[in-house]
């Protein structure tokens, strides 16, 4: 009996034999083979620990600072480490409230036991010192510094723009960015993100379980040094900026200036405005809420982004097209009949200057009939699809009805309708110079942007070109500033003509009947035309488009308050204005300037 | 020349000594390892550091081997059954005075040292069951001698599992190998490694189709009776027909029940008309497979029924771990995934001593305890694996040759209990750490810290150690 259990021992080894062979292919595929443990054991002690480097600063075209950072401190808390202590008594040195608090040590601990998170962000430098001194009481507390903006002076709100927390789809778009982190969300602070970040450094420590740093990392060999984000000159004038906020306080509206030699952008103004330093650090959620609901819109750029019909500022453009196309000359005049369409009461215009100068709207009516209705086709809806589309081509190569590349996010692009856009209103064929002659006092379909307009400006104070207006004037590290702001683009306009349309400009200014007579600046040959652009429901909107001086221009400005009337009142008081305090440097004219603070509309 | 014959030292059997050596000193530089704290490291003497504390229980467990040595081999077998109540009755003890540690009541605590009772009672198991298996005219296949194994068995699974202490308890059932060397049928282990085949197929293969598929293979093993398919597509026919009018009548009467139930009840009708077919046709080689396939089909349901409404949601969450099903590296995962990383970061050649990231920064819990194998797998690499694979397969397959070289049933089927509980601790513990078996709270022996467990092999070994020295003796 004992004979024939024998051989079991040879089943009972080959048992232990097979479990250990088995066991050593195992490990050796998870040993040897399979190298993703590696991976995560290395993803368990390590710790990559960012280091942040300060962003860069913007100064104005004069090297004034415009936003610098400031150091701002968080008390971070570690659940795990904190023993029972005297909660009043660090909510006073906090100067936080109690209740507050509570919550956040509760996120704190729900976030995780063992990994630190800020409990109170932005303890005011006040606090740090007293702080520093007592922290030793409350053990699981440290401080952490960081920064965020701070701008010296409220001013350029728009144009700089803020800088928030990162969200999903920035992380997904740019794996440089982690949650948490910081970037850009509008105006410069995001065009030029990536120059402003600079480059975050990293430190690889070894951590224990409980993520406590335990030490470096191959003793600091792979570590980074963070690098500081470029500084950024733009091309702003902080003086001729804040003069201009100044002056459209409490009104709704906006202004351009720009010098028309460079495209370099000297102001832009809109308004109503807001102080930056409010969308920094802890109260950044409260303002943001209250700004955007804000009706009169703060956070919108107007300078930028609304849509005007030009008015009356239009027919320098129709004058321009008219002269190329050769359906008139200089010396074409017009009777002021207002029964084709409403004018003002004005002597009759002899020749394109005075029809600048009373800005008479049967006379540009007339203009753009010749224009759009050429003769070329029997039938009169294709001869003015025909002179739309001529018309059109040489419009949009003004910058208008198109993006203007400005470094800035959100520019729109107005609109200049052409034939496929009525088409598509009226039916092809449905259409003729009868249905779209609003356009040729710049109201119809045709939109712009008041940045297009200064542009426009530029143009005419340059006599046919303009560069691209841009903001950045020089970036730390690097001598030249992109091409496509150096090279001058060409209007279909050809340059002799515009000398005309600023001899009327200038008439505008000077000569009696002239709408802009209150943009005269003492000392400076100023031209510039009206615009008022029609309103809907409210009052018209106040325009003014400007340069000087004359011969040489060294400013070219747009100006509009909106629902106040003519453009000769309050537009061109204020472009005035801004001309005298950039060129003279002074006011003089103070009694205008006093008109212009006083006036205010919320 | 010393002759073993005579000198009692020539006699001990050395290789198993020096394994023994090897691996209670390997095993206390890896507790050293696991459990030094890189802040605050004490002397050796800190009796707080865990290390220490292993350093004292290796000094008293050679003492307490040699104490077994000197004792003689006779007493073990006089006294077999009263150390076996003895060492029993110390379970209840922790019931009333223990504490409890990790969901079980299996720990005494006297100062700051503590003590597992269950530890004892394996080697008391296996001199019991030796002393049992070695009666005069003992067969094993007496309905008497398994009734009395099975309480010799069940009585320490039983008090174990009021500790709550599953893992433990499951040791327990490797004694069947024991059983199997003194002559219990091969179908015990054949019908074992089935249903451990049948429990992993229930739990990772959809019932409905488990059952039809385990159906046709049965049905298509009876062409082997008459060479005839005629069986097959008798069974296959009337399985089909009755499993169609299950499904019928249920939804006709608008009681919806789950195929897999309807099944079962179809099942359950053939059953019974394949019975009396098979009976009155006088096929009866066809009533193996029939009970066979029967009772696979009610194995099937009862682990079922055992994993969902017996088992507790941690043990199916660690079956389901193992199996694939459920991946939970944080939550309930978390040791089995920390324990792969720690081996697999291991490498050929390991970390080095004391380099080990996962070890010293803590992140394997229970690392020098149940773990303490990842200690190993992450500090000496593959070879350190390998070696440690080596000594456990040397030690197990000695023990079994010293079995093999008793005279007396006593001694041999003692040997084979030492062989069976060191198999199923390695076999276990080694496969928890690398994701081959569910986590079962077993330690992995002289490597794992702890006294209690660290003496009860130690007397475990030593005792046969003893034995075997009266290997020449004539058996009286």
Redesign the interface.
Known sequence: ?RNQ??N??Y???G???L??V???F???Y???I?Q???L???N??QLRQIEYPGRGMIFDRYGKVLVFNEAVYDLLVLPQQVKSFDTADLCNLLAVDRLEFRESMQKAREFSRYRQSAVVRNVSPEQIAALQEKLYKYPGFSLQVRTQRKYPEPIAPHVLGYVGEVNQSDIDSDPYYQSGDYIGKSGLEAEYEEILRGRKGILFK?????NRI?GSFDNGKFDTVPEPGKKLTITLDANLQQYGEKLMAHKRGSIVAIEPSTGEILAMISSPAYDPNELVGRIRGKNFERLTNDSLNPLFNRATMSRYSPGSIFKLVQALVALQMGVIDEYYSADCNKSIIGCHNHPNAHGLREGIRFSCNPYFYTVFRRIIQQGKSTSVFRDSELGLEAWNKIVTTFGLGQVLPVDLPGIKPGLIPDAAYYDKWYGNGRWAFSTIYSNCIGQGEVETIPIQIANLAAIIANRGYYFIPHFVKAVEGTDTIPSRFTQPIRTAVDPRYFDIISDGMQQVVYEPGGTGSRAQVPGVVVCGKTGTVQNVQKEDHSGFLAFAPKERPRIAIVAYVENSGAGGMWAATIASLMIEKYLNGTIAQTDKEQIILEYQQF | MVNPRTNFIARLDWLTIILFLVMVIFGWVNIFAATLN?EDPGSIFDFTQRYSKQFFYILTSLAIAIMVLTVDSKFWSFFAYPIFALALLTLPLTLLIGREVNGARAWIFIGSFSLQPAEFVKFATALALAKYLSRFNFQIHKFKSLVMIGVILMLPIGLILLQNDTGTALVFLVFV?VL????LSWVVLFVGGLAILLFILTLVVPLPILLPVISIVTLGATWLYQRNMKFFYFGFLSLGTLFGLAYLVSRYTGRDLSLSRLFFIASLIAFVLWLVLIIRKKHNPLLLLLLTWFGALVFIFSVDFVFHDVLEAHQQSRINQILGLESDPLGKGYNL??S?????????LGKGFLQG??T????VPEQSTDFIFCTI??EW??LG??FI?AL??GL??RI?YL??RQRSVFSRVYG?GV?SLF?FH??VN??MT???VPVIGIPLPFFSYGGSSLWGFTILLFILIRLDTDRYQVVS
């Open positions: 009996m259990n024998v079991r021992k089943v009972i080894g048992m232990v034999l479990t250990a088995i066991f050593l195992r490990l050796f998870i040993q040897v399979d993703s443990y590696k995560s054991s290395a368990n002690s070894l951590v224990d379980v409980h335990q | 890189a190998l199997y060397r003194e002559g995934n920390q792969k990383i720690a081996i697999g970061s291991g490498g050929l990231t996962q010293r920064y803590n992140f797998g992450e690499g593959f694996s390998l694979l456990f397969t197990i397959i079994i079995a093999e084979y062989a198999f390695f076999a080694i496969g690398i994701g081959l």
